[in-house]
């Protein structure tokens, strides 16, 4: 367990096509060059999964690798809309896109029954909105001591959780820190993981608000630097707003979009 | 409209904070008239206090200067969840009579919508558990819609008593903030009512640009300009964007 | 909110007689002085919560604070019973103790449900023990999406939440690190709070590991140098092991016990 | 005693220690053969590798030395409840013919106990959840009961196919060491068996020390005499106690 692998190691022994695949990443510590890797090895028919799919599941999206998304927020955070992901609901291109769709308290307690070993989780959410009437994943659930009604979402346990993170000592141990989002939560409710970190290192000293998740509960690591653009790693790298505010213009076109695709992403071998 | 929103926050208030506007007006306030506002964002920074405005909620700097920096699931589950929070910032695609929010799709269809928006993150949870919201939202007939396509998030449902019989636990709308002035709730009927204009606005401009016959307050007041405080702050602040 | 007062304030205001009371601390920073401050109060008929009931929750049974203990494990850990809960439990001295019983899971959970505004929690624990039984607040729930039976328990709202930590700032914020077991729970899910600490600084410094209890959500703040004594608080002070160990044989006998308690705890006056 | 229970630990193993003498018995097992066996507490403390013996589960070196601390509901809800633990170490005030522990009152009544024990602590979940279980109980009449006063934790109910019904995920208790010996459960009828004594120790001692007619393996082994290393680092584990 937490075996130290490359990239496209990694990738194609974990994700297959069909399989529920959540990528996460709170705005920080997203593992884009993960996901560029599943669209360079043309993964089909994915569940991906996450809170807040931003620019790289819209690529993934673009580029054809999914067949259903499981989230709560998809935009482009500061910017505005996902183009390719707007593409694909409203018009189904490249291919028509199911939806299951969750407020960020849903899906946060989603991971936490997942990473719990529990079926289900309680919130108080959603009581009043139209969501229920159209995501089969949320229920009424009674209180057995007070009788009050609250609600019920099941459980998420991906097939594969991969994340972004700092460091990971040679032993596979993985450091984050900053905003860690729900990146324990993931990695422990999936039944395999990877995590994509900035380096390895002979030791990982303490730090203030730092996250482990002990090699023993880790898959595989990858050392991927900078496997976080435009996405940053606090203490390695800035998030490049730069970036999110181009891609607006890039993804609004299909070609423009698969242009970039093929330049950017599928042309280019990542480092071994 | 981003210096009404300012004002309306009060000194010392827990504040949960979207990005955009929410975001521009409660670090507006911050640097005016409540400087011990504690700022709240969805990615889990309790008390940030960021020199520059983030473009995204999870912007290194809100990290960087936070109390505390806790995971996500945490909260939404310890601290906004229990009603800790006294105010929740939310912007809206259309909003209505009942000040209702729809952030995940126009159109008839859900299935088949004509535009999908980016759906609704924290705000459905904002909108139920903060003890009041504000809602900020530019003054259209799109925007103001006499019923949401969608209800992302509950304001006061289909009018007077809705909250309270579905549980919810915070006050729910109590501000909505545009382009053009302020509306409240109607105390008895719940329904959203032009209480102020901003300066030089006629009020039958915002009737007009409201999807549904708008109430006018009797007592129509108009807010204060901006001071030349609050407009330097925040041209400071707009400039680090 | 976070108020910095003297400890007989802070429990005189909080602290009432027939109060619902959670002193927590799983070995760590166990809040000691505070538990003293309340028997020199002469508070009554308190409800008394706690994990892990040890030295300071046998001296208040002996001391006649108390009405019922909710626990999940009493004892003086590595050196055996406590003598004062079991005479009180056996033999009803100084008065009767009723008892509610859980597991360490199913405490810690209450505390989760009752710091997250829920009115219970749920999870796999208690199936064919003889808990459920004698126990009122474990009850089966089903799962709405896979007819799974698991266990709920009430949340724990505590009239007053009293821990130790380390440090607060002037403005109230309090940091704690090492163990921090339920500190965080137990001060959210209470309707007020006492956090005692090691001293009241400037400036909270960054640390690895540390909790941060913001000052708005902790009623009061009181200075107490070595207020979780016999237990420690991490980087202050290290656990008085012989203490512990030495507790044995003056709890066995109700008259050495009452003679301890005159001496060490009723005539101590505090600090102010 | 400690050494049987030290040699049981494989290396790499995650083990959840009870503190006292699974305590010992795991720093043991890290010291001699299983250099890698991850130590975790119910305080939290995960890896943890104190130099010296903890008199609790929440000494500070436990901390200091730990891989990572995490809050105590974590540890249940993230680590233990999935079935992460490969073996869970328990101790016992009595323990019946079928690996049920009783570490919560002796006596017929639950409200009038003749001894009030101190209650469950984590063990319910250990023994629910652990991929395996470990007891270290000494041997005699008092401790080894045809049946316990109180089911505090369950081994195999009141027969083979109990845990199965019960929906407990983990195999249960698979060895118990004693002092005089180790009962393991019959594959068969679930009930402990005597299928090794330690050296120098008549299986008629461990029948005489046990409350219910303890069966004995047919091929009965003796447990292989501490080595030197092993004895020398027991001995270095106490003296810093």
């Known amino acids: 367990m937490g075996v130290i692998a490359s990239l496209p190691e990694a990738v194609t022994e974990l994700v297959r096509d069909g399989a529920t695949v959540a990528l996460e990443g709170f705005t920080h510590l997203i593992p884009v060059a993960a996901g560029h890797e599943i669209i360079r090895q043309g993964r089909r028919d994915l569940t991906l999964v996450r809170m807040t799919p931003d620019i790289v599941y819209d690529q993934m999206i673009g580029a054809g690798c999914a067949r259903k998304l499981v989230f709560s927020w998809a935009g482009n955070p500061g910017v505005g809309s996902l183009h390719r992901f707007r593409d694909a609901v409203q018009r189904g291109w490249p291919a028509p896109l199911e939806i299951e769709e969750h407020s960020h308290a849903g899906m946060a307690n989603r991971y936490v029954a997942g990473a719990s070993g529990l079926p289900f989780a309680v919130l108080r959410g959603y009581v009043g909105t139209d969501l229920p009437a159209h995501t089969a994943t949320i229920k009424p659930i009674t209180c057995p001591f007070t009788g009050e009604v609250l609600t019920a979402v099941p459980a998420l346990n991906p097939d594969v959780g991969i994340v972004h993170a700092q460091r990971a000592d040679r032993a596979g141990n993985v450091q984050l820190w900053g905003i860690t989002g729900v990146h324990k939560e993931v990695v422990l409710a999936s039944h395999r993981s990877l995590v994509t970190v900035e380096e390895v290192v002979d030791e990982l000293d303490p730090r203030p608000g730092a996250v482990i998740l002990p090699s023993w509960a880790v898959t595989y690591v990858a050392e991927v630097p900078g496997g976080a653009h435009p996405s940053y790693a606090m203490g390695y790298s800035e998030r490049d707003n730069d970036y999110y505010q181009a891609w607006d213009a890039i993804s609004r076109d299909r070609e423009a979009f698969t242009a970039w695709l093929e330049e950017h992403v599928r042309s280019r071998v990542p480092a071994p | ?241």
């Open chain 2, 1 to 241: 409209m981003t210096v009404a929103a300012a004002r309306a926050l009060r000194d010392g208030a827990r504040c949960f904070v979207g990005i955009g506007r929410p975001s521009t007006a409660a670090n507006l306030a911050r640097r005016t008239h409540a400087p011990n506002l504690v700022l709240i964002y969805e990615s889990g920074t309790i008390g940030a206090k960021p020199a520059t405005l983030p473009l995204s909620i999870g912007d290194g700097v809100l990290a960087d200067t936070a109390d505390a920096v806790v995971p996500v699931p945490e909260i939404f589950n310890y601290w906004l969840q229990p009603g800790r929070i006294d105010v929740g910032f939310l912007g809206a695609a259309q909003i209505d009579r009942y000040g209702n929010i729809n952030t995940t799709v126009i159109g008839d269809h859900y299935g088949d919508p004509t535009v999908r928006l980016p759906g609704a993150g924290g705000a459905p949870e904002i909108a139920a558990s903060c003890r009041e919201v504000i809602v900020i939202v530019k003054h259209s007939p799109r925007a103001f819609v006499e019923r949401v396509d969608f209800v992302t998030s509950v304001g006061y449902g289909s009018g007077p008593g809705d909250r309270a019989r579905l549980g919810l636990t915070g006050r729910g709308p109590v501000l909505v903030i545009t382009d053009l002035g302020v509306l409240e709730p109607d105390p008895r009927t719940a329904e959203l009512t032009l209480t102020h204009v901003h300066p030089g606005v006629d009020p039958a401009r915002a009737v007009g640009a409201t999807g549904w016959p708008l109430a006018v307050a009797p007592s129509l007041g108009v807010t204060p300009e901006p001071g030349p405080a609050e407009l330097a702050a925040l041209r400071l602040l707009e400039r680090q964007d």
